[in-house]
């Protein structure tokens, strides 16, 4: 247990903390309204039941507090491979809900061990990479740090989690403020829009859009002369008039062959020309790799979602029933929205999964823009004290361990949202703090008040 000398505790991230999680309560409160059960800690009810989640994770935020933070740096490794047990264990006694093999059945409630995996995998990078003598810029750290993010999102995408495996992309970032290179960020961009893209488009427009991109950049660096530029044009509308006329082995064959010329031709850097080759190649087994995943790994209500957003699925009624619905709500609710308890969409139960996925219907609807304007102000807010108090800390540690917290918060908050206004596939993914579930809200609560902890003794170590 700590001493209570030199103890700071932040009570303006504690204070946003409680508002969220008021605001949650009262969202779930009026969603899942019953008049029959008016009081809000009726236990009958969903709001009742998250009143004792509540209570019990306000009970577990303040028990944090009294561990010593030495507990968290000495005690990491063995928490994320607890942690990574229960992810397999779940595989064995674990009960499916909703198609994913992820939960254990403890008597009156559903306990998801993936929720803990984020705040053990956060303490175990932050103490990997706070170790002395490791250096972000080394392949060899790379590595072992990405593993240490990947393990668990492996065991939760076997569990048929994919929207929480994808949270755990978010330590990314983390990597980034400890060194590593923005290049890196900028191939995640790419591959992820390059998978979009492929499912969209088939590969032969996708291999053009590839080719047509480098050649500009070549152009570009070259100074757009003007023989240049008609060398770029050439073979980018010969390809593209090759795509109605060839198979696609023979059009890959074609575009290659296009640009070895157009490289030959304005270039005499082989390096370049094998990089951009090899690139282009890549590129191409990638889709193929992405069009194997989508159609044959996963399932079909995935499939459908992500057609729905992207444009390729339209079935307001049926697999897009859901978001148009969430669209509807939220944009009833206008300025001010309908009031407290008076939200027509929500009480009619048109919107599904109100009080978990689609909690932010419930304020759009209620409150309207006003609403989740102040909702979303006080989750950036929270994000930003966040890396307030990371930047602060004498700790490495600490400061790790607080951007973990501030990116699995922000991928939790940018992903929700997205889903309810159609930015996003819907995936399953809970709005931090806000959303109905006794895992969820213990796992951010316990995620969120270890860095309360590890803050709140910054002056007394130098650790």
């Not at 403020?177 to 829009?193: A, D």
């Not at 950049?217 to 770029?232: M, P, S, W």
């Not at 990116?407 to 959303?435: D, K, R, Y």
């Amino acid at each position: 247990m700590s001493s209570s000398r030199n103890i700071d505790i932040d009570w303006i991230t504690i204070i946003m903390y409680v508002l969220l999680v008021g605001i949650g309560w009262l969202a779930i409160y009026t969603a899942n309204f019953d008049e029959k059960h008016p009081e809000i800690l009726d236990t009958s009810k969903s709001y009742g039941r998250q009143a004792i989640w509540i209570g019990i994770c306000l009970f577990l935020g303040a028990a944090l507090q009294l561990f010593d933070t030495k507990f968290f740096t000495a005690f990491a490794y063995p928490i994320y491979g607890f942690i990574l047990f229960l992810l397999i264990f779940v595989f064995l006694f674990g009960a499916e809900i909703s198609g994913s093999k992820s939960w254990f059945r403890l008597g009156f409630f559903n306990f998801q061990p993936s929720e803990l995996a984020k705040f053990a995998t956060c303490l175990a990078l932050a103490k990997y990479l706070s170790t002395k003598d490791v250096d972000m810029q080394e392949k060899r750290v790379q590595l072992f740090a990405t593993l240490i993010i990947l393990l668990p999102v492996l065991l939760i995408l076997l569990q048929g989690d994919p929207g929480t495996a994808i949270i755990f992309t978010a330590l990314i970032l983390v990597l980034y403020r400890e060194g590593l290179s923005g290049g890196w960020l900028l191939l995640g961009f790419l591959v992820i829009l390059l998978f979009v893209l492929s499912l969209i488009f088939p590969l032969p427009y996708v291999l053009v859009g590839l080719t047509a991109l480098m050649l500009f950049i070549l152009v570009y660096r070259e100074g757009f002369q003007a023989q240049k530029v008609i060398f770029f044009l050439i073979p980018v509308l010969i390809a593209a008039a090759a795509m109605f006329y060839v198979s696609p082995a023979v059009f890959l064959l074609i575009l290659l062959g296009l640009a070895i010329l157009f490289f030959t031709l304005t270039i005499n850097t082989k390096r370049f020309i094998f990089l951009v080759l090899t690139l282009l190649f890549t590129c191409s087994i990638y889709v193929k790799g992405v069009n194997y995943t989508f159609n044959e790994v996963l399932k079909q209500h995935h499939r459908n979602r992500i057609g729905v957003v992207l444009g390729t699925i339209e079935d307001k009624r049926g697999v897009g029933y859901n978001l148009n619905q969430s669209k509807i709500a939220i944009g009833s609710g206008g300025l001010w929205g309908k009031g407290f308890l008076q939200g027509t969409q929500n009480k009619g139960k048109f919107v599904p999964e109100l009080t978990t996925d689609f909690i932010f219907c419930t304020i759009g609807e209620e409150f309207g823009f006003v609403g989740t304007l102040v909702l979303i102000g006080l989750f950036i807010g929270l994000l930003l004290r966040i890396i307030a108090v990371s930047e602060r800390q004498r700790s490495p540690f600490t400061r790790i361990y607080g951007y973990g917290v501030a990116s699995i918060l922000f991928c939790h908050f940018a992903i929700n949202i997205s889903m309810t206004i159609g930015l996003m596939p819907v995936i399953g993914i809970p709005l931090p703090f806000i959303s109905y579930g006794g895992s969820s809200l213990m796992g951010f609560t316990i995620l969120l008040f270890i860095l309360v902890k590890l803050d709140s003794e910054r002056l007394m170590y130098l650790r």
